[in-house]
């Protein structure tokens, strides 16, 4: 996990400086400079947005009495689009890109929430605990014992 927190860190620069050049070259420098501030104005209002109906929708289930785990990783995900839409470059405006997208931010929801489960499942022996309560409903007779035999089924 380090290694790739480490080629992320020295990769990313490397890779928005070569997309620098490279649309530099086709457009112009002061055209690049544009695009780059255009997306991540765009950006930042789509995250604005969304952000606002995610905490619409949370606001909901917990008037309802749901926890709002779906809504607090897509939170999370559309903090993530809103770095990397602030974070000068077009690969990272690709990244906040996609996670604007509902269905990309919910598959990796799933996959958060799975990765959790997984995990936890280990931590307690490979299986799951299932709490539960119980009624008691065997037929009583007047005085509270149980008959001595059940009624016939029909």
Known sequence: MGLLILLFIIGLPL????GFIAVGNQVGALSTIGLTVLTAAIGMMLVRAQGM????????????????IREALEGVALLLAGVFLLIPGFF???LGALLLIPFVRNLIGLAILSRVFIMRSKRQGGGFTVEAEFEDITPRSNDGE?????????
């Open 92 to 94: 990272t405006d690709a």
């Open 15 to 18: 890779i928005e400086i070569y």
């Open 146 to 154: 149980p008959p001595t035999s059940l009624p016939p089924k029909h």
């Open 53 to 68: 109906g995610v905490v619409r929708r949370a606001e909901q289930n917990m008037a309802q009495g749901d926890t709002p």
